[in-house]
Protein backbone atom coordinates (compact mmCIF):
# COMPACT_ATOMS: atom_id res chain seq x y z
CA UNK A 1 0.00 0.00 0.00
CA UNK A 2 1.17 3.32 -1.12
CA UNK A 3 2.30 5.34 2.46
CA UNK A 4 0.18 7.96 1.81
CA UNK A 5 -2.94 6.42 1.76
CA UNK A 6 -5.37 6.70 4.64
CA UNK A 7 -8.47 5.55 3.97
CA UNK A 8 -9.00 2.02 2.50
CA UNK A 9 -12.27 1.68 0.51
CA UNK A 10 -12.85 -1.81 0.17
CA UNK A 11 -13.53 -3.04 -3.12
CA UNK A 12 -15.25 -6.22 -3.70
CA UNK A 13 -16.64 -5.98 -6.93
CA UNK A 14 -19.85 -3.77 -6.21
CA UNK A 15 -20.77 -0.05 -6.94
CA UNK A 16 -19.63 3.08 -7.50
CA UNK A 17 -16.20 2.87 -5.54
CA UNK A 18 -14.79 6.24 -8.28
CA UNK A 19 -17.38 8.49 -6.82
CA UNK A 20 -16.73 7.44 -3.32
CA UNK A 21 -13.13 7.93 -4.12
CA UNK A 22 -13.17 11.10 -5.43
CA UNK A 23 -15.28 12.67 -2.71
CA UNK A 24 -13.08 11.20 -0.08
CA UNK A 25 -9.86 12.32 -1.96
CA UNK A 26 -12.12 15.92 -2.14
CA UNK A 27 -12.58 16.75 1.28
CA UNK A 28 -8.54 16.13 1.99
CA UNK A 29 -8.41 12.12 2.61
CA UNK A 30 -5.88 9.98 1.03
CA UNK A 31 -8.13 7.30 -0.06
CA UNK A 32 -6.81 3.79 -1.52
CA UNK A 33 -9.37 1.44 -3.09
CA UNK A 34 -7.87 -2.35 -2.62
CA UNK A 35 -9.25 -5.87 -2.56
CA UNK A 36 -6.21 -6.84 -0.79
CA UNK A 37 -6.66 -8.41 2.77
CA UNK A 38 -3.25 -7.09 4.08
CA UNK A 39 -4.02 -3.46 2.67
CA UNK A 40 -7.35 -3.39 4.70
CA UNK A 41 -5.26 -3.88 7.78
CA UNK A 42 -2.70 -1.72 7.46
CA UNK A 43 -5.35 1.19 7.02
CA UNK A 44 -6.03 3.44 9.55
CA UNK A 45 -10.12 3.55 8.92
CA UNK A 46 -11.89 1.83 6.12
CA UNK A 47 -15.14 2.57 4.15
CA UNK A 48 -17.34 -0.16 2.85
CA UNK A 49 -19.31 1.14 -0.37
CA UNK A 50 -21.67 -0.73 -2.54
CA UNK A 51 -24.86 -0.98 -4.86
CA UNK A 52 -26.32 -4.58 -5.78
CA UNK A 53 -27.82 -7.48 -4.02
CA UNK A 54 -26.93 -8.42 -0.62
CA UNK A 55 -26.25 -12.01 -1.63
CA UNK A 56 -23.95 -11.58 -4.21
CA UNK A 57 -21.74 -8.38 -2.59
CA UNK A 58 -21.98 -11.23 0.92
CA UNK A 59 -20.44 -14.21 -1.81
CA UNK A 60 -17.92 -11.03 -3.02
CA UNK A 61 -16.67 -10.65 0.26
CA UNK A 62 -16.40 -14.24 1.42
CA UNK A 63 -14.16 -15.26 -1.76
CA UNK A 64 -12.11 -11.94 -1.41
CA UNK A 65 -11.12 -13.48 2.14
CA UNK A 66 -12.08 -10.45 3.58
CA UNK A 67 -14.54 -11.13 6.37
CA UNK A 68 -11.96 -11.69 8.45
CA UNK A 69 -9.79 -8.86 7.53
CA UNK A 70 -12.91 -6.31 8.01
CA UNK A 71 -13.39 -8.39 11.18
CA UNK A 72 -9.53 -8.02 12.55
CA UNK A 73 -9.51 -4.11 11.71
CA UNK A 74 -12.81 -3.12 13.84
CA UNK A 75 -11.50 -5.82 16.66
CA UNK A 76 -8.29 -3.54 16.48
CA UNK A 77 -10.55 -0.48 16.89
CA UNK A 78 -9.99 1.47 13.29
CA UNK A 79 -13.20 3.14 12.12
CA UNK A 80 -15.78 1.61 9.67
CA UNK A 81 -17.70 3.55 7.22
CA UNK A 82 -20.29 1.86 5.72
CA UNK A 83 -22.53 3.39 2.69
CA UNK A 84 -25.90 2.17 1.29
CA UNK A 85 -25.48 -1.30 0.64
CA UNK A 86 -22.56 -1.18 3.15
CA UNK A 87 -24.11 -0.22 5.77
CA UNK A 88 -26.58 -3.41 5.28
CA UNK A 89 -23.41 -5.89 4.95
CA UNK A 90 -22.60 -4.39 8.58
CA UNK A 91 -26.46 -6.29 10.28
CA UNK A 92 -27.13 -9.42 11.19
CA UNK A 93 -29.08 -11.30 8.12
CA UNK A 94 -30.99 -9.38 5.64
CA UNK A 95 -34.10 -11.03 3.72
CA UNK A 96 -32.95 -9.69 -0.01
CA UNK A 97 -33.78 -12.99 -2.54
CA UNK A 98 -33.64 -15.25 0.14
CA UNK A 99 -32.39 -15.19 3.67
CA UNK A 100 -28.18 -13.86 3.63
CA UNK A 101 -26.13 -13.90 6.83
CA UNK A 102 -24.01 -10.43 7.14
CA UNK A 103 -20.76 -9.33 8.70
CA UNK A 104 -22.90 -9.22 12.24
CA UNK A 105 -20.94 -6.13 13.53
CA UNK A 106 -24.16 -4.34 14.38
CA UNK A 107 -26.72 -7.10 15.48
CA UNK A 108 -30.48 -6.90 13.68
CA UNK A 109 -31.82 -7.09 10.52
CA UNK A 110 -32.33 -6.00 6.63
CA UNK A 111 -35.91 -5.62 5.63
CA UNK A 112 -37.88 -4.17 2.25
CA UNK A 113 -39.86 -1.12 2.39
CA UNK A 114 -43.56 -1.75 2.54
CA UNK A 115 -46.55 0.03 3.07
CA UNK A 116 -49.70 1.06 0.89
CA UNK A 117 -48.89 3.07 -1.94
CA UNK A 118 -45.10 4.06 -1.22
CA UNK A 119 -42.76 3.98 -3.96
CA UNK A 120 -39.98 1.76 -3.58
CA UNK A 121 -37.43 1.84 -4.53
CA UNK A 122 -36.76 5.25 -1.89
CA UNK A 123 -35.08 7.67 -4.63
CA UNK A 124 -34.22 11.34 -4.24
CA UNK A 125 -33.29 13.76 -1.20
CA UNK A 126 -34.61 13.41 1.95
CA UNK A 127 -34.01 14.25 5.57
CA UNK A 128 -31.97 12.96 8.80
CA UNK A 129 -33.17 13.64 12.38
CA UNK A 130 -30.42 13.38 13.83
CA UNK A 131 -31.04 11.56 17.47
CA UNK A 132 -27.82 12.29 19.29
CA UNK A 133 -24.66 13.94 19.44
CA UNK A 134 -21.89 12.00 18.03
CA UNK A 135 -18.34 13.29 15.61
CA UNK A 136 -20.00 11.99 12.09
CA UNK A 137 -22.92 14.62 12.21
CA UNK A 138 -20.36 17.71 13.75
CA UNK A 139 -21.39 21.01 12.10
CA UNK A 140 -24.21 18.92 10.46
CA UNK A 141 -27.77 20.78 10.98
CA UNK A 142 -31.05 18.43 11.97
CA UNK A 143 -33.05 18.12 8.99
CA UNK A 144 -30.66 18.43 6.23
CA UNK A 145 -30.76 16.29 2.70
CA UNK A 146 -29.00 13.61 1.89
CA UNK A 147 -29.18 11.64 -1.25
CA UNK A 148 -31.39 8.04 -0.77
CA UNK A 149 -31.58 5.29 -3.45
CA UNK A 150 -32.53 1.79 -2.03
CA UNK A 151 -35.78 -0.66 -1.96
CA UNK A 152 -34.46 -2.35 2.02
CA UNK A 153 -33.62 -0.88 5.33
CA UNK A 154 -32.08 -1.62 8.28
CA UNK A 155 -33.43 -2.39 11.71
CA UNK A 156 -31.00 -2.24 14.72
CA UNK A 157 -31.61 -4.68 17.52
CA UNK A 158 -31.07 -2.14 20.12
CA UNK A 159 -31.86 1.64 19.75
CA UNK A 160 -28.93 2.47 20.92
CA UNK A 161 -27.31 1.70 17.80
CA UNK A 162 -29.61 4.28 15.85
CA UNK A 163 -27.98 7.68 15.07
CA UNK A 164 -30.16 9.21 13.03
CA UNK A 165 -33.86 8.33 12.09
CA UNK A 166 -35.28 9.38 8.18
CA UNK A 167 -39.36 9.44 7.29
CA UNK A 168 -40.48 7.48 4.22
CA UNK A 169 -43.61 6.16 5.17
CA UNK A 170 -42.82 5.50 8.49
CA UNK A 171 -39.59 5.91 10.35
CA UNK A 172 -36.42 3.84 9.06
CA UNK A 173 -32.92 4.17 10.33
CA UNK A 174 -31.04 6.46 8.42
CA UNK A 175 -27.42 5.91 10.32
CA UNK A 176 -26.66 3.19 12.79
CA UNK A 177 -23.60 3.20 15.04
CA UNK A 178 -22.09 0.60 17.43
CA UNK A 179 -18.49 1.70 19.00
CA UNK A 180 -16.49 2.47 16.02
CA UNK A 181 -18.59 0.81 13.62
CA UNK A 182 -20.71 3.91 11.65
CA UNK A 183 -23.31 2.94 8.48
CA UNK A 184 -25.29 5.54 6.78
CA UNK A 185 -28.38 4.18 4.34
CA UNK A 186 -27.61 7.25 2.28
CA UNK A 187 -24.85 8.08 -0.40
CA UNK A 188 -22.68 11.45 0.89
CA UNK A 189 -20.62 10.75 -1.92
CA UNK A 190 -23.93 12.27 -3.86
CA UNK A 191 -25.01 14.45 -1.41
CA UNK A 192 -23.01 17.73 -2.65
CA UNK A 193 -21.77 19.59 0.44
CA UNK A 194 -23.55 18.33 3.52
CA UNK A 195 -22.71 15.11 2.15
CA UNK A 196 -18.79 16.34 1.88
CA UNK A 197 -18.89 17.42 5.51
CA UNK A 198 -19.95 13.89 7.02
CA UNK A 199 -16.79 12.26 5.32
CA UNK A 200 -14.71 15.23 6.82
CA UNK A 201 -16.08 14.15 10.24
CA UNK A 202 -15.67 10.57 9.36
CA UNK A 203 -11.78 11.43 8.09
CA UNK A 204 -11.06 12.91 11.65
CA UNK A 205 -12.30 10.42 13.48
CA UNK B 1 -39.76 14.48 3.92
CA UNK B 2 -38.78 13.13 0.45
CA UNK B 3 -37.89 15.92 -1.54
CA UNK B 4 -39.61 16.41 -4.93
CA UNK B 5 -36.48 16.49 -7.48
CA UNK B 6 -35.88 18.71 -10.57
CA UNK B 7 -33.56 17.52 -12.79
CA UNK B 8 -32.00 19.69 -15.78
CA UNK B 9 -31.65 17.17 -18.59
CA UNK B 10 -28.22 17.98 -21.61
CA UNK B 11 -27.94 16.63 -24.71
CA UNK B 12 -24.06 15.70 -25.23
CA UNK B 13 -22.76 15.15 -29.13
CA UNK B 14 -18.75 13.92 -29.25
CA UNK B 15 -18.67 15.02 -25.59
CA UNK B 16 -20.17 18.39 -25.53
CA UNK B 17 -23.04 19.73 -24.20
CA UNK B 18 -25.08 20.81 -27.37
CA UNK B 19 -28.60 22.87 -27.59
CA UNK B 20 -31.16 22.50 -29.99
CA UNK B 21 -35.07 21.82 -30.74
CA UNK B 22 -36.08 18.49 -31.67
CA UNK B 23 -32.86 17.58 -32.52
CA UNK B 24 -32.07 20.13 -35.15
CA UNK B 25 -30.22 23.34 -35.05
CA UNK B 26 -27.95 22.10 -32.51
CA UNK B 27 -25.24 24.19 -31.08
CA UNK B 28 -22.07 23.76 -29.01
CA UNK B 29 -23.57 24.79 -25.30
CA UNK B 30 -20.22 24.25 -23.42
CA UNK B 31 -18.24 21.27 -21.62
CA UNK B 32 -20.35 18.66 -19.66
CA UNK B 33 -18.26 19.29 -16.61
CA UNK B 34 -18.68 23.04 -16.04
CA UNK B 35 -22.26 22.98 -17.19
CA UNK B 36 -22.91 19.91 -14.77
CA UNK B 37 -21.04 21.93 -11.67
CA UNK B 38 -23.07 25.08 -12.03
CA UNK B 39 -26.25 23.41 -11.96
CA UNK B 40 -24.96 21.17 -9.38
CA UNK B 41 -23.97 24.81 -7.51
CA UNK B 42 -27.34 26.08 -8.50
CA UNK B 43 -29.21 23.17 -5.97
CA UNK B 44 -30.07 20.40 -8.99
CA UNK B 45 -31.10 17.15 -7.43
CA UNK B 46 -29.97 14.86 -10.45
CA UNK B 47 -28.59 15.62 -13.66
CA UNK B 48 -29.47 13.23 -16.78
CA UNK B 49 -26.97 13.61 -19.68
CA UNK B 50 -28.56 11.95 -22.87
CA UNK B 51 -25.80 11.01 -25.76
CA UNK B 52 -26.71 11.56 -29.19
CA UNK B 53 -22.95 10.75 -30.23
CA UNK B 54 -23.17 8.56 -33.97
CA UNK B 55 -19.77 8.01 -34.29
CA UNK B 56 -18.12 4.45 -34.23
CA UNK B 57 -16.17 5.00 -31.11
CA UNK B 58 -19.01 6.31 -29.38
CA UNK B 59 -18.57 4.17 -25.97
CA UNK B 60 -14.90 5.68 -25.41
CA UNK B 61 -16.21 9.42 -25.93
CA UNK B 62 -19.18 9.17 -23.36
CA UNK B 63 -17.31 7.27 -21.12
CA UNK B 64 -14.63 9.59 -21.63
CA UNK B 65 -17.05 12.09 -20.29
CA UNK B 66 -18.89 10.23 -17.38
CA UNK B 67 -15.06 10.01 -15.92
CA UNK B 68 -14.80 13.65 -16.50
CA UNK B 69 -17.96 14.74 -14.68
CA UNK B 70 -17.91 11.80 -11.97
CA UNK B 71 -14.92 13.27 -10.62
CA UNK B 72 -16.16 16.94 -10.26
CA UNK B 73 -19.84 16.61 -9.51
CA UNK B 74 -21.38 15.05 -6.26
CA UNK B 75 -24.82 15.18 -6.79
CA UNK B 76 -26.35 11.68 -8.98
CA UNK B 77 -26.11 11.69 -12.60
CA UNK B 78 -28.19 8.88 -15.26
CA UNK B 79 -26.43 8.58 -18.40
CA UNK B 80 -28.78 7.61 -21.48
CA UNK B 81 -28.48 7.20 -25.34
CA UNK B 82 -27.67 3.90 -27.33
CA UNK B 83 -26.67 1.49 -24.23
CA UNK B 84 -27.41 -1.58 -25.75
CA UNK B 85 -25.48 -4.66 -23.71
CA UNK B 86 -25.03 -5.26 -20.41
CA UNK B 87 -21.21 -4.45 -21.38
CA UNK B 88 -22.38 -0.86 -22.33
CA UNK B 89 -23.94 -0.16 -19.02
CA UNK B 90 -21.12 -1.61 -17.38
CA UNK B 91 -18.79 0.57 -18.76
CA UNK B 92 -20.81 3.70 -18.07
CA UNK B 93 -22.00 2.28 -14.33
CA UNK B 94 -17.45 1.69 -13.94
CA UNK B 95 -17.00 5.28 -15.25
CA UNK B 96 -18.66 6.78 -12.54
CA UNK B 97 -22.21 7.49 -13.19
CA UNK B 98 -24.99 6.55 -10.68
CA UNK B 99 -27.62 5.29 -13.06
CA UNK B 100 -28.27 4.61 -16.53
CA UNK B 101 -31.22 4.87 -18.69
CA UNK B 102 -32.48 2.48 -21.88
CA UNK B 103 -35.10 2.92 -24.16
CA UNK B 104 -35.05 1.40 -27.31
CA UNK B 105 -33.12 -1.50 -26.31
CA UNK B 106 -35.21 -2.06 -23.66
CA UNK B 107 -38.52 -2.32 -26.20
CA UNK B 108 -36.22 -4.21 -28.58
CA UNK B 109 -35.22 -6.76 -25.58
CA UNK B 110 -37.43 -6.56 -22.16
CA UNK B 111 -35.51 -8.77 -20.62
CA UNK B 112 -32.35 -6.67 -20.78
CA UNK B 113 -34.17 -4.85 -17.77
CA UNK B 114 -34.51 -8.05 -15.75
CA UNK B 115 -31.22 -8.63 -16.07
CA UNK B 116 -29.82 -5.62 -16.02
CA UNK B 117 -31.53 -5.04 -13.10
CA UNK B 118 -30.68 -8.24 -11.09
CA UNK B 119 -26.89 -7.86 -12.02
CA UNK B 120 -26.94 -3.91 -11.09
CA UNK B 121 -29.72 -3.13 -9.27
CA UNK B 122 -32.67 -2.01 -9.95
CA UNK B 123 -31.84 1.32 -7.91
CA UNK B 124 -29.27 1.92 -10.94
CA UNK B 125 -31.88 1.07 -13.76
CA UNK B 126 -34.14 4.00 -15.24
CA UNK B 127 -36.66 3.00 -18.34
CA UNK B 128 -36.89 5.63 -20.59
CA UNK B 129 -40.38 5.97 -22.13
CA UNK B 130 -41.19 8.27 -24.90
CA UNK B 131 -45.04 8.48 -25.22
CA UNK B 132 -47.02 10.07 -28.01
CA UNK B 133 -51.11 10.28 -27.82
CA UNK B 134 -52.86 8.42 -30.70
CA UNK B 135 -54.68 11.24 -32.52
CA UNK B 136 -57.44 9.07 -33.00
CA UNK B 137 -58.05 7.93 -29.53
CA UNK B 138 -60.55 9.44 -27.07
CA UNK B 139 -58.98 12.65 -25.75
CA UNK B 140 -60.33 11.78 -22.33
CA UNK B 141 -59.30 8.26 -22.57
CA UNK B 142 -56.23 8.45 -24.63
CA UNK B 143 -54.27 5.60 -26.13
CA UNK B 144 -50.17 6.87 -25.90
CA UNK B 145 -48.17 4.41 -28.10
CA UNK B 146 -44.52 3.74 -27.12
CA UNK B 147 -42.31 5.37 -29.72
CA UNK B 148 -37.87 4.48 -30.33
CA UNK B 149 -35.18 6.13 -32.26
CA UNK B 150 -35.99 9.09 -30.24
CA UNK B 151 -39.82 9.50 -32.16
CA UNK B 152 -39.12 8.11 -35.22
CA UNK B 153 -40.58 4.92 -34.75
CA UNK B 154 -43.74 4.27 -33.27
CA UNK B 155 -44.21 0.68 -31.75
CA UNK B 156 -47.25 -1.72 -30.72
CA UNK B 157 -46.61 -1.04 -26.72
CA UNK B 158 -49.17 1.07 -25.41
CA UNK B 159 -47.14 3.42 -22.83
CA UNK B 160 -49.10 2.96 -19.76
CA UNK B 161 -49.31 -1.22 -20.05
CA UNK B 162 -45.34 -0.91 -21.25
CA UNK B 163 -44.80 0.92 -17.75
CA UNK B 164 -46.32 -1.79 -15.52
CA UNK B 165 -43.94 -4.53 -16.98
CA UNK B 166 -40.93 -2.12 -16.81
CA UNK B 167 -41.79 -1.74 -13.63
CA UNK B 168 -42.69 -5.52 -12.87
CA UNK B 169 -39.24 -6.25 -14.66
CA UNK B 170 -37.09 -4.59 -11.83
CA UNK B 171 -36.67 -1.00 -13.13
CA UNK B 172 -36.03 1.26 -10.55
CA UNK B 173 -37.70 4.24 -12.13
CA UNK B 174 -39.78 5.65 -15.66
CA UNK B 175 -38.13 8.33 -17.37
CA UNK B 176 -41.86 9.74 -18.93
CA UNK B 177 -41.32 11.64 -22.20
CA UNK B 178 -44.34 13.34 -24.00
CA UNK B 179 -43.40 13.07 -27.35
CA UNK B 180 -46.54 15.29 -27.83
CA UNK B 181 -44.93 18.37 -25.51
CA UNK B 182 -41.36 17.92 -26.17
CA UNK B 183 -40.13 21.00 -27.66
CA UNK B 184 -43.15 22.96 -27.11
CA UNK B 185 -43.04 24.30 -23.31
CA UNK B 186 -46.38 23.91 -23.49
CA UNK B 187 -46.41 21.63 -19.85
CA UNK B 188 -46.26 18.58 -19.15
CA UNK B 189 -48.85 16.19 -20.07
CA UNK B 190 -50.08 15.54 -17.18
CA UNK B 191 -53.18 12.89 -17.64
CA UNK B 192 -49.61 10.73 -19.16
CA UNK B 193 -47.60 11.32 -15.68
CA UNK B 194 -50.75 10.78 -13.13
CA UNK B 195 -51.84 7.16 -15.38
CA UNK B 196 -48.45 5.85 -15.25
CA UNK B 197 -47.95 6.89 -11.89
CA UNK B 198 -51.37 5.47 -10.72
CA UNK B 199 -50.26 2.10 -11.90
CA UNK B 200 -46.67 1.59 -10.94
CA UNK B 201 -45.08 1.33 -7.46
CA UNK B 202 -41.72 3.10 -8.41
CA UNK B 203 -40.65 6.71 -8.94
CA UNK B 204 -41.86 8.55 -12.36
CA UNK B 205 -40.15 11.07 -13.99
CA UNK B 206 -41.93 13.55 -15.71
CA UNK B 207 -40.45 14.84 -18.97
CA UNK B 208 -41.54 16.93 -22.31
CA UNK B 209 -43.21 19.94 -22.47
CA UNK B 210 -41.66 22.62 -19.22
CA UNK B 211 -41.68 25.98 -20.27
CA UNK B 212 -42.82 27.78 -17.22
CA UNK B 213 -41.91 27.58 -13.15
CA UNK B 214 -45.83 26.42 -12.84
CA UNK B 215 -45.73 23.88 -15.08
CA UNK B 216 -43.13 21.92 -12.82
CA UNK B 217 -45.74 22.08 -9.81
CA UNK B 218 -48.28 21.22 -12.08
CA UNK B 219 -46.72 18.06 -12.70
CA UNK B 220 -46.04 17.10 -8.73
CA UNK B 221 -49.34 18.21 -8.32
CA UNK B 222 -51.50 16.95 -10.52
CA UNK B 223 -48.96 14.13 -12.80
CA UNK B 224 -47.68 12.78 -9.26
CA UNK B 225 -44.57 12.74 -10.55
CA UNK B 226 -41.66 11.74 -8.14
CA UNK B 227 -39.70 13.86 -10.03
CA UNK B 228 -39.74 16.48 -12.89
CA UNK B 229 -37.10 17.02 -16.23
CA UNK B 230 -36.41 19.93 -17.16
CA UNK B 231 -33.71 20.83 -19.89
CA UNK B 232 -34.82 24.49 -22.16
CA UNK B 233 -35.78 26.42 -18.96
CA UNK B 234 -32.77 26.06 -17.79
CA UNK B 235 -30.52 26.21 -20.30
CA UNK B 236 -31.55 29.47 -22.35
CA UNK B 237 -31.48 31.50 -18.88
CA UNK B 238 -35.36 31.77 -18.29
CA UNK B 239 -35.06 30.48 -15.03
CA UNK B 240 -32.37 29.54 -12.68
CA UNK B 241 -33.28 26.16 -10.20
CA UNK B 242 -33.38 28.15 -7.19
CA UNK B 243 -36.16 29.98 -8.39
CA UNK B 244 -37.80 26.95 -9.83
CA UNK B 245 -37.41 25.77 -5.82
CA UNK B 246 -38.53 28.73 -3.91
CA UNK B 247 -41.91 28.41 -6.10
CA UNK B 248 -42.32 25.18 -5.17
CA UNK B 249 -41.71 26.29 -1.75
CA UNK B 250 -44.16 29.11 -2.12
CA UNK B 251 -46.79 26.14 -3.07
CA UNK B 252 -46.33 23.94 0.08
CA UNK B 253 -44.39 21.56 -2.32
CA UNK B 254 -41.19 19.92 -0.31
CA UNK B 255 -38.20 20.75 -2.06
CA UNK B 256 -34.45 20.58 -0.99
CA UNK B 257 -33.43 24.31 -1.25
CA UNK B 258 -29.86 25.57 -1.12
CA UNK B 259 -29.52 29.09 -0.84
Not at chain 1, 59 to 82: H, M, T, W, Y
Not at chain 2, 78 to 86: A, E, F, H, Q
Amino acid sequence: MSDSADTVIIDYGMGNLRSVEKAVAAVGGRPIVSDDPAVILKGERLILPGVGAFGDAMNNLRQGKLIDAIGEAVESGKPLLGLCLGLQLLFSESEEFGRHEGLNLIPGRVVRFSGQGLRVPHVGWNQVENLKPDPLLKDIPEGSYFYFVHSYCVQPESPDDILSLTDYGGKFCSIACRGKVWGAQFHPEKSQDTGKQLLRNFLAL
Amino acid sequence: MLAKRIIPCLDVRDGRVVKGTHFVNLRDAGDPVETAQRYDAEGADELVFLDITASSDRRDIVTRMVRAVADKVFIPFTVGGGLRTLEDIQSILRAGADKVSLNTSAVEDPNLITVASRYFGSQCIVVAIDARRNPDSDPENPRWEVTTHGGRITTELEAVEWAREVAGRGAGEILLTSMDRDGTQSGYDNLLNRRVSDTVDIPVIASGGCGTLEHIADAFIHGKASAALAASIFHFGNHTIVEAKRELRARGIPVRLVE
